[in-house]
C-alpha cells in the first residue's frame, strides 16, 4: 500500500511522514489505529528506511503498550533490512491511563534501541515535546535533531516548580538554547519542522548510503591558505573542515556543545568519512572534559558503522584549571583515549600547526593506533612549546639570567631545544608522524590511505557517552 | 538586543581592538586575548554597536568574565 499524504492536520504522522521520505512516498508497517504511533518503510535521499513517528493528535502523543509494540516492529525491520531508523518524536511520555502496562512498553521500547545500537543506525527527529519516557528514547540513538518546537526533558515545568521551586517554561528546559549548547543531549538545531526532517534524511542517506572513494574526484585544494599566517594566531576551523571534504558535504553535529572540537560527517571524494577537528578559535582549541567525551561519542559510532575517520590536529593542551579537574576531565577524558584505542576503521591524522602532550596522544595518535599520521611542513609534534620546555628543563640557569638578557636567553635555548628533542624530523624518526605532507596534496594522501584500507566495523555499540 | 561578551577561559588581554562606539558584524573581533600561548580573537555573535569595553591590554580575565557589551 503506497499512499501519498492526504491528511489535514500537518501534526497528523501521514502529513509527517509524507514530509520525510522521498517523494512523499513511503508504505505502512504497522496498523492505523488509535495506539498513536505508525511506522513505515521508504527511501530517504535514496537510502532505504525505517521511519516510525508518534501521533500527538492522540492523547498527545503519549505511548502505550501497543504504540510502543509498534516501535519494537518498526526495530525489527530495520535489524531485518540493515537499515538506518529514524523517530519522529511528539509525544509526553507513557500514557497515564495504561499504567504500568506503558511503562513496560517504554522499557521495551529501550531495549530494543539498546539492542540495535552500534548495529543500525538510529536517529531521532523531535518536533514537539519529548518527555519522560520521549526524551529518553532519542536519547538512546545515535544523532538527535531538535526543530524549534521541539522540547526535551525527564520532568516538566510543573513538577520543576512544585518540587524545586524553580520558575521555567518548557523551552528553557529543554528547548534549543539549552540542549543545542548546553547539555550536549541534541547534536542539530533545525531552522524549522521541514528543515529538522531534511538533516534527518541527509544522515541517513550519509550512514546508509556511505559510497566509494573515487580518487579521480579529489581535487587538489591549498589548505594551507586557509590557516592564518601567524602561528599564534587562533582561528575557526570550519572552513578547513569544509574545504577538506567535498563541497557542501559536511554535516556537522553539537555545532555549538562544546565548540573547541568541531566532528561531523561528509564525503571525501563521494565516500562518507566523518571528521573530528580541533578549533582554535574556542579555548585555543583545548581539549576538556566535554570536548573530549564529545568526540569519544562521535568516534565510536563512526566506528560501529564503519565509516573511516579524518582527524584534524591543532591542539594546544588540555585545558587548566580546577573546575576541569573537578567537572572530571580524567574520566571523561579518558573516554577519548579509548575511543581511538578501540577503534577499527580506517583513522588518518593531520597535524596541521601543532600537538602539545597528553592531547597530542589522545587526538589520534599513531600510539593509539592511527591508520596514518601525516604533518603539514611547519607543524610542531612535542610534549609542549619549545619555550615552556626550556622553562621547566633550564629553571636554575634562567634564574641566573639577568632579566633584561633573558627573554633573548630563552629563545636562543628553545631553538636549540627544538632541534635536540623535537621537530617533525624527530617525530618522523620516532615514527610518531609517518610523513610529511603539502597541504595542497592532504586531500589525494588521505584519501588514497582511507581507500588501501580495509573497510571493517567496530562490534561494539553505541552508547551515549 | 544587547549581548555581553565574556572570556570563555583564563587569558591576558593582548590588544583591544574595537572601540566604544564601533559598528560591528558578525565574526568582528572585538579583542585578542592570550591563553595557551596563543592569540584566541573574541568575536561578536550578533551585530551591533559596541557600548563598553570593559578591559585593557595587560588585564587578565577569568572564565565567565566580562570583556564587552554589544546593543
Same mark, same amino acid.
Given at each position: 500500500m503506497t499512499e501519498a499524504a492526504v491528511a489535514?492536520?500537518?501534526?497528523?504522522p501521514r502529513a509527517r511522514l509524507a514530509n520525510f521520505f522521498d517523494d512523499g512516498q513511503f508504505v505502512t508497517?504497522?496498523?492505523?489505529?488509535?495506539?498513536g504511533v505508525l511506522a513505515a518503510v521508504g527511501r530517504a535521499n535514496g537510502a532505504n528506511v525505517v521511519a516510525f513517528i508518534t501521533d500527538p493528535t492522540v492523547q498527545g502523543g503519549a505511548m502505550g503498550s501497543d504504540g510502543c509494540r509498534a516501535i519494537v516492529t518498526a526495530y525489527d525491520r530495520a535489524f531485518a533490512d540493515s537499515a538506518p531508523i529514524i523517530g519522529i518524536w511528539h509525544s509526553g511520555g507513557a500514557r497515564l491511563r495504561e499504567g504500568v502496562a506503558s511503562l513496560d512498553g517504554v522499557g521495551r521500547v529501550f531495549a530494543a534501541m539498546t539492542r540495535a545500537s552500534g548495529k543500525v543506525p538510529q536517529i531521532s527527529v523531535v518536533l514537539g515535546p519529548a518527555a519522560g519516557g520521549a526524551a529518553y528514547g532519542p536519547a538512546l540513538t545515535d544523532i538527535v535533531i531538535l526543530a524549534p518546537a521541539g522540547r526535551i526533558f525527564v520532568t516538566g515545568p510543573e513538577v520543576v516548580r512544585s518540587v524545586t521551586g524553580e520558575d521555567v517554561d518548557m523551552e528553557s528546559l529543554g528547548g534549543p538554547e539549552p540542549h543545542g549548547?548546553?547539555?550536549?543531549?541534541?547534536h542539530i538545531v533545525a531552522d524549522s519542522e521541514q528543515d529538522a526532517l531534511d538533516h534527518a534524511r541527509t544522515l541517513a542517506a550519509l550512514l546508509g548510503h556511505q559510497g566509494s572513494l573515487n580518487l579521480d574526484a579529489i581535487e587538489d585544494v591549498d589548505? =594551507?591558505?586557509?590557516?592564518?599566517?601567524? +602561528? $599564534?594566531r587562533a582561528y575557526d576551523v570550519h572552513p578547513l573542515i569544509e574545504g577538506f571534504?567535498?563541497? =557542501?558535504s559536511f554535516e556537522e553535529l553539537? +555545532? $555549538?556543545?562544546?565548540?573547541n572540537i568541531a566532528v561531523g560527517l561528509g564525503r571525501l571524494g563521494g565516500r562518507t568519512v566523518g571528521v573530528v577537528a580541533n578549533n582554535p578559535m574556542r579555548l585555543g582549541g583545548c581539549l576538556d572534559s566535554s570536548s573530549a567525551e564529545k568526540a569519544a561519542r562521535f568516534v565510536r559510532m563512526c566506528d560501529a558503522f564503519a565509516v573511516p575517520l579524518i582527524v584534524l590536529v591543532d591542539v594546544p593542551g588540555y585545558l587548566p584549571g580546577l573546575g576541569q579537574e573537578w567537572e572530571g576531565v580524567v574520566r571523561r577524558g579518558a573516554k577519548l583515549l579509548h575511543a581511538f584505542a578501540e577503534c577499527v576503521v580506517p583513522r588518518v591524522t593531520v597535524v596541521t600547526r601543532k600537538a602539545y602532550g597528553g592531547a597530542f596522544v589522545a587526538m589520534n595518535s599513531s600510539s593509539l593506533g592511527a591508520t596514518r599520521v601525516f604533518a603539514w611542513p611547519s607543524a610542531e609534534v612535542a610534549v609542549m612549546g619549545s619555550v615552556a620546555a626550556i622553562r621547566v628543563l633550564h629553571r636554575r640557569r634562567l634564574a641566573d639570567v639577568p632579566e633584561d638578557a633573558r627573554a633573548q636567553v630563552e629563545l636562543e635555548l628553545a631553538a636549540e631545544h627544538e632541534v635536540i628533542s623535537g621537530g617533525i624530523t624527530k617525530a618522523l624518526e620516532l615514527k610518531v608522524v609517518d610523513e610529511v605532507v603539502e597541504p595542497s596534496l592532504t586531500r589525494r594522501a588521505v584519501a588514497k590511505i582511507i581507500l588501501d584500507t580495509p573497510g571493517v566495523r567496530g562490534l561494539h555499540g553505541n552508547i551515549p557517552l | 538586543m544587547s549581548q555581553t561578551i565574556r572570556a570563555e577561559m583564563v587569558a591576558s588581554v593582548l590588544v583591544v581592538v574595537a572601540e566604544v562606539g564601533d559598528e560591528v558584524g558578525v565574526g568582528d573581533t572585538l579583542v585578542i586575548l592570550e591563553s595557551m600561548k596563543m592569540e584566541i580573537p573574541v568575536v561578536c555573535e550578533e551585530a551591533g554597536v559596541?557600548?563598553?569595553?570593559v578591559v585593557a591590554p595587560g588585564d587578565v580575565v577569568r572564565e565567565g568574565d566580562v570583556i564587552a557589551i554589544v546593543l
Open positions: 489535514i492536520d500537518p501534526r497528523a508497517i504497522t496498523p492505523e489505529d488509535d495506539r549548547r548546553r547539555s550536549g543531549v541534541v589548505l =594551507g591558505a586557509l590557516l592564518p599566517e601567524s +602561528a $599564534r571534504v567535498d563541497a =557542501g553539537h +555545532a $555549538r556543545w562544546a565548540p | 559596541v557600548s563598553e569595553i
